[in-house]
């Protein structure tokens, strides 16, 4: 089996995969501060829930935003799993993708999955949105090539500074939707900004990438913990797909056995 951990500023993604196949998944609160052993004692429980053992793992694969997360898990891969853990973002990873941008060294490593993915199950010019505590837009050629993209920042960054830096307004629960673009009271009209504004955004940015990449006609993929929230506020995501990252890291572990 495979362990596949996506290190996010806000969320760790973790999955293990047999063979191909996704047997279990789970999203946990990223605590920069966790020890090794902290780790070791989170995921025995949640190992536990699923029937599975430590030494059930053969293979680690991680790819983390957070330095001192990704060598927390290295460290646990090592130490409880007793494997050796392919980390993405090293020298020594294979990923069969040209990076075509000023300075390839500079690339977020979950950004990097996300393409690999996309590509590998559209195989044609795409745009990669992901929806976590930043909100990016990543751009990959007809021919496979990783062309750069746009970073802005999340909801919840956005939700999180709009009730800080407000003496009057609240903060809100959006996962419930506003029932029209004109909002009657305070709350809707947060939410009327917050889900149809970013909808209107990552439209908006879109279409300028799309401009851009023309002639080639690029399909739209979503991915992260915010996509299916915010994707029916758009018209030009063609798919949601929440398991993109963890497909990368598997496709990854593959290419590099």
């Given at each position: 089996?495979?362990?596949?951990?996506?290190?996010?500023?806000?969320?760790?993604?973790?999955?293990?995969?047999?063979?191909?196949?996704?047997?279990?998944?789970?999203?946990?609160?990223?605590?920069?501060?966790?020890?090794?052993?902290?780790?070791?004692?989170?995921?025995?429980?949640?190992?536990?829930?699923?029937?599975?053992?430590?030494n059930d793992i053969s293979d680690t694969i991680i790819s983390s935003v957070v330095p001192t997360m990704q060598a927390a898990w290295a460290a646990f891969a090592t130490r409880y799993l007793k494997t050796v853990p392919l980390v993405i973002g090293g020298d020594a990873v294979q990923t069969s993708m040209p990076v075509r941008i000023d300075n390839p060294a500079e690339i977020g490593a979950d950004r990097l999955v996300n393409a690999v993915a996309a590509y590998d199950r559209f195989k044609c010019a795409l745009i990669v949105v992901d929806f976590g505590t930043a909100i990016t837009w990543d751009c990959v050629s007809d021919a496979g090539e990783y062309l750069g993209g746009a970073i802005a920042p999340g909801l919840s960054i956005a939700m999180e500074a709009l009730g800080n830096r407000t003496a009057k307004l609240p903060q809100v629960d959006i996962s419930t939707p506003p029932a029209a673009p004109i909002g009657t009271n305070t709350v809707a009209a947060i939410k009327s900004g917050i889900l149809f504004g970013y909808g209107g955004m990552v439209d908006g940015l879109i279409r300028r990438l799309r401009e851009q990449m023309a002639?080639?006609?690029?399909?739209?993929?979503?991915?992260?913990?915010?996509?299916?929230?915010?994707?029916?506020?758009?018209?030009?995501?063609?798919h949601v797909d929440p398991m993109l990252t963890l497909n990368g890291l598997r496709l990854l572990h593959e290419r590099n056995a």
């Amino acid at each position: 089996m495979l362990l596949a951990v996506d290190i996010g500023n806000t969320h760790m993604v973790i999955g293990v995969f047999t063979g191909s196949t996704l047997r279990c998944h789970w999203r946990v609160k990223t605590d920069k501060g966790s020890t090794v052993d902290e780790l070791a004692a989170i995921f025995h429980g949640l190992f536990t829930m699923e029937g599975l053992r430590f030494n059930d793992i053969s293979d680690t694969i991680i790819s983390s935003v957070v330095p001192t997360m990704q060598a927390a898990w290295a460290a646990f891969a090592t130490r409880y799993l007793k494997t050796v853990p392919l980390v993405i973002g090293g020298d020594a990873v294979q990923t069969s993708m040209p990076v075509r941008i000023d300075n390839p060294a500079e690339i977020g490593a979950d950004r990097l999955v996300n393409a690999v993915a996309a590509y590998d199950r559209f195989k044609c010019a795409l745009i990669v949105v992901d929806f976590g505590t930043a909100i990016t837009w990543d751009c990959v050629s007809d021919a496979g090539e990783y062309l750069g993209g746009a970073i802005a920042p999340g909801l919840s960054i956005a939700m999180e500074a709009l009730g800080n830096r407000t003496a009057k307004l609240p903060q809100v629960d959006i996962s419930t939707p506003p029932a029209a673009p004109i909002g009657t009271n305070t709350v809707a009209a947060i939410k009327s900004g917050i889900l149809f504004g970013y909808g209107g955004m990552v439209d908006g940015l879109i279409r300028r990438l799309r401009e851009q990449m023309a002639p080639a006609l690029p399909q739209t993929v979503a991915t992260g913990g915010m996509a299916t929230l915010i994707a029916p506020y758009t018209t030009s995501i063609d798919h949601v797909d929440p398991m993109l990252t963890l497909n990368g890291l598997r496709l990854l572990h593959e290419r590099n056995a």
